[in-house]
């Protein structure tokens, strides 16, 4: 039996610099065939998260997508293709490669269209799990716009009123710049908690909130094992399992990738996984001058988190705010990994005869 030592040292854990997380993505996924250009923007993707503290989808993930490339239900070597629609529609067909891939070209050919003709639309087919939608909606600050990032996901969460898993916890995001203050990102999963708390959980032995998810039986349940055997429960009752449906519409049914249940779970390395995405870039100076447009964003923020608090609260955070701060401290101290999650990403390491993960002394 698992002693407290073992769960103290379990539990502990090690920080690793973002540099070295990076470096050591690429390098397993270059031997395992991805270009070095592929490469280094999925493990860009992937160490955003795990900066932002969303280390659910970081490079946790790695394990699972290589066992879905080596079962031969990811294609790791491909690249996306676009094909222009109308001067401001365009459709990326993922070829069932990394999902960071086709959803990082979908956007740069959004922001390109919205920066000659004010909004650029993307949708995207045959794509894979894109982790976490943060980095998208921040793909499009950085270049200076306001953004919408849907995607659907596989089965996870019963729609209201029914009892099994149809629609996926698929995260709603958006985001706009700011000038001063920090810019707006909403980055939400439409679950009271995103499944990948649910994984965390599991791979380091901890228990779960008992209003995240039910057991195979409809009890609410604090272990993540249980939980993932059951359904998650939607945040808001109907409007949350109605936020998924509309995931669905836009991300899947529209696209022409699988929807209505039937897209692969990022875990499941027995078939493709057929994701869809809808990306959206907008231009913030369509109504107005771009330092009008940031004036009243850093008003709007100021608004926000200064006004009146309620009992026992602190501080006000803008959303994505609290993520960015997590991001400032992880990349100057470092990203915290337990020892299984070393052991588990050294292991794919040696599977492609890449270096181990460099771990600060
Ligand atoms: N690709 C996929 O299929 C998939 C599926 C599910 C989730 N995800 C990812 O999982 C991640 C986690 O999702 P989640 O729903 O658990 O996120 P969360 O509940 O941690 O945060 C949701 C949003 O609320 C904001 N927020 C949280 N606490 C706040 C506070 N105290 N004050 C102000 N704002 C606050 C956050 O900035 C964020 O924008 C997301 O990055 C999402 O993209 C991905």
């Known amino acids: 039996m698992a002693t407290e030592q073992d769960f103290q040292a379990s ?16 390098k397993v996924l270059i031997g395992s065939g991805v270009s070095g250009e592929n490469a280094a923007i999925v493990a860009d993707c992937l160490v955003q998260a795990d900066l932002r503290g969303v280390d659910t989808h970081g490079i946790n993930r790695i394990p699972s997508y290589m066992a879905r490339a080596r079962e031969g239900v990811l294609d790791a070597t491909i690249s996306p293709e676009i094909e222009f629609r ?37 949708s995207v087919k045959h794509s894979n799990h894109f982790g976490m939608s943060a980095w998208v909606v921040q793909q499009a600050i950085d270049a200076g716009m306001m953004s919408l990032v849907f995607t659907n996901s596989s ?22 710049p700011a000038g001063k203050t920090k810019p707006f990102i909403l980055d939400m999963a439409p679950s009271v908690a995103a499944r990948g708390k649910i994984y965390k959980a599991k791979r380091r032995g901890e228990k779960i909130p008992t209003d995240w998810a039910l057991d195979s039986e409809g009890r609410p349940t604090d272990d993540p094992r249980a939980a993932l055997e059951g359904v998650m429960l939607p945040m808001g009752g109907p409007k949350g399992s109605a936020l998924s449906i509309m995931m669905d519409v836009f991300s899947g049914v529209f696209s022409g990738s699988a929807f209505a249940g039937h897209v692969t779970n990022p875990y499941d390395p027995s078939k493709p996984a057929d994701v869809g995405h809808f990306l959206i870039a907008m231009k913030p100076d369509l109504f107005m001058t771009l330092d009008d447009f940031k004036e009243r964003m850093d008003y709007l923020y100021s608004r926000v988190v200064g006004c009146e608090r309620m009992t026992g609260v602190d501080r006000i955070y803008f959303p994505g705010e609290l993520e960015q ?12 990994y337990t020892r299984g999650e070393i052991d588990a990403l050294n292991s794919e390491a040696t599977k492609v005869g890449a270096p181990p993960l460099e771990i600060a002394e």
């Open 11 to 26: 539990a502990q854990k090690y920080l690793v610099s973002a540099s070295n997380a990076r470096t050591f993505v690429e």
């Open 325 to 336: 701060l997590e991001a400032d401290k992880r990349q100057s101290e470092g990203i915290p």
């Open 155 to 176: 089965p996870a969460l019963p729609v209201w009123g029914g009892k099994e898993k149809l629609m996926g916890v698929s995260p709603i995001a958006c985001g706009a």
């Open 86 to 122: 109308t001067p401001v529609v365009a459709q990326v067909d993922g070829r069932n490669g990394f999902g960071f891939l086709a959803t990082k070209l979908g956007m740069d050919a959004a922001i390109k269209m919205a920066s000659e003709f004010g909004i650029g639309m993307v």
